[in-house]
């Protein structure tokens, strides 16, 4: 008997194998390895960065010559080794991912200063460094790990400590760090194990500073608000172009929400890591967004970052804060040797020049501009000419797409190329006292709280004068943006006395947040709660009249209103489409009506 279940086991046990390996995809040849332009050979001094085979604590990653990258337990483990040894670091979980990872953050300081308050009662200026947003793009991890090694147990960069501190997340992104695959980024050179640009609910963490509906973003932000740092730096892996940087960064202009940092940004950080990557055999250069797409032909755009990514939204919350991409066609070694002196020149940088920093900062966080830009576009000035390290290029016409096609021969040029500065505001709002949300809207509330922006919630009702929008012309996107369904309208303001009841929420702009709250109330801004689809409900009718009513009743208004009378023959003879729909012209009556909902598509956001 036990022969025959074991036979019979034996025999299922094949035909699930068999049906199994049946269902996997049978590729055509050619289709699993990329094709990549020609590796420029590369050999800088940051090489000696590297431990030696026989160090007892060498990273997974330099012990697998740069291949393969630990998977998040592999990184956990690590540094959890690290940190029993290094008495100045520290691990805290700052929250989970929706598959309930702990993401964590370490803390670095010679003092052993771990919370937020013993790191602002040193004065020593603070910087987070984060990687694994996009989790395939992980460089930042593997040298933060180096870096952190460096600083404490094995001693060769200890003094990066005395005069700076340090908050690292190794991967923010940690569910889709474990759909790590060497199929995950096509156009990537390594690691052999790469992760998902994602999270598991299939959101993009770098879309959401501002919305903040990801369970990660929330803990981040929350973070930021509560450890306050001094410098944020973001750390990615670039799409698109081939061209001779390796490290690449970039920040919004002081033409934007924070002046004084962006000065500092150009004054002190640029110069200091540009000379340090230099130095270290690395070739920096500016954020690269080509004009024509691949073909740096067109020039190059200077991006003015919008708050939904972090160098956005670190401009309006006047946090200093870097976008760092390297590039994605350099090997995974170079590429975090790269990150590796960028952070460690950051560090020397805050060390001689961070008192000018927080200055700077407590300057922008001071500033209480009479109007704030909502979004900003192309300049009107014609782009001037600048440096650029590239790559020759030819173009073929392909077979297979039936266009002209980009080749990239691997011989570095030196040309010159337009820059198109995104700079020009394409639309502004001035600062009111204050905003007032009806607590109804309590998932804005919570997302204003979740920010840190400062609000007050009255416990009676308040009778107030205050200007609201009235929409128009609505538009929901069809397709969902990161989950959301986007709305554009027209926005047309209107004076009304208003009572909020208790539990509403009055929002002050006289605080250093304010402009945080702004692109988030007001429904011009491309990244308001508005513009996210969290009022989609005001654009709903819910009282409708028949003809039957609505005939009669404009007719007597019509018979004793005059004026009235003249308005609608105008609004006949000027609009043709108006004058043969029935419906539109009862409904046009109707609105003239008490009965009418006089609150239809009025934003219940007020500006005070």
Do not use: C
Not at 63 to 75: C, K, L, M, V
Not at 134 to 140: A, K, L, Q, T, Y
Not at 244 to 262: C, E, F, K, L, R
């Amino acid at each position: 008997m036990q022969n025959r279940l074991r036979a019979f086991l034996i025999t299922v046990a094949l035909v699930v194998s068999s049906v199994t390996a049946d269902a996997q995809p049978s590729w055509p040849k050619g289709a699993t390895e990329p094709i990549l332009p020609p590796e420029i050979p590369w050999k800088g001094a940051s090489i000696a960065l590297i431990a030696p085979d026989d160090d007892p604590w060498i990273t997974p990653a330099e012990a697998a010559g740069f291949r393969h990258a630990p998977s998040y337990d592999e990184t956990v483990a690590w540094l959890r080794r690290l940190v029993a040894a290094a008495p100045e670091l520290h691990m805290l979980s700052i929250g989970k991912s929706p598959e309930q990872r702990d993401i964590w953050m370490v803390v670095a300081s010679k003092e052993r200063a771990f919370t937020p308050d013993a790191l602002r009662s040193r004065g020593k200026p603070l910087l987070l460094a984060q990687a694994g947003i996009h989790s395939g793009e992980i460089d930042g991890k593997d040298a933060g790990l180096m870096l952190l090694r460096d600083m404490t147990v094995r001693g060769t960069k200890r003094q990066l400590l005395e005069r700076a501190n340090v908050l690292f997340v190794p991967i923010f992104n940690v569910d889709g760090h474990e759909r790590a695959s060497r199929f995950n980024r096509i156009n990537q050179r390594g690691p052999d194990n790469m992760g998902w640009r994602n999270n598991s609910r299939n959101l993009n963490l770098n879309r959401d500073y501002m919305k903040a509906v990801t369970l990660e973003m929330q803990a981040m932000i929350r973070t930021l608000d509560r450890w306050d740092p001094d410098l944020y730096l973001d750390i990615h892996v670039t799409d698109g172009a081939d061209y001779q940087y390796d490290v690449t960064y970039g920040y919004n202009t002081p033409s934007s929400y924070s002046p004084a940092i962006a000065g500092w940004l150009d004054s002190r950080f640029s110069p200091a890591i540009n000379a340090a990557l230099t130095a270290a055999g690395h070739i920096p250069g500016p954020l690269v967004f080509a004009v024509n797409n691949r073909d740096m032909s067109g020039g190059n755009t200077h991006w003015m970052a919008t708050p939904r990514f972090s160098n956005g939204y670190g401009d309006v919350r006047h946090l200093p804060t870097v976008l760092i991409e390297n590039h994605s066609l350099k090997p995974y070694r170079q590429r975090v040797l790269g990150t590796y002196v960028l952070l460690e020149s950051t560090l020397r940088t805050l060390a001689g020049s961070g008192s000018e920093l927080k200055a700077a900062i407590r300057k922008d966080r001071e500033r209480r501009a009479p109007s704030v830009p909502l979004a900003f576009a192309v300049a009107d000035e014609p782009p001037r000419l600048v440096p650029f390290a590239g790559i020759e290029s030819r173009t073929v016409l392909s077979s297979v797409s039936g266009t002209a096609r980009v080749v990239w021969t691997g011989k570095p040029v030196s040309i010159e190329v337009p820059l198109v500065m995104s700079t020009k505001i394409a639309a502004s709002a001035n600062r009111p006292k204050a905003y007032w949300i009806h607590p109804a809207w309590h998932e804005v509330i919570e997302r204003l709280e979740v920010h840190g922006i400062v609000t007050e919630r009255i416990t009676s009702p308040r009778t107030i004068d205050v200007e609201m929008y009235r929409i128009s012309e609505a538009v929901v996107a069809a397709v969902p943006v990161e989950g959301q369904s986007r709305v554009k309208a027209t926005s047309t303001p209107e004076r009304r006395r208003e009572t909020f009841p208790a539990g509403s929420v009055r929002v002050s702009m006289d605080q250093p947040l304010a402009e945080v709250a702004m692109l988030l109330l007001e429904p011009d801004s491309p990244d308001s709660f508005f513009q996210w689809g969290f009022f989609k409900e005001i654009l709903t009718r819910i009282e409708y009249v028949e003809g039957y009513v609505m005939e009669p009743m404009a007719e007597v208004m019509l018979r004793e209103n005059p004026e009235l009378a003249r308005e609608f023959e105008l609004k006949l003879l000027s609009d043709a489409a108006f004058r043969g729909d029935p419906a539109a012209r009862l409904q046009w009556f109707y609105e003239k009506t008490p009965f009418f909902d006089e609150r239809w598509r009025l934003y219940p956001v007020a500006r005070e």
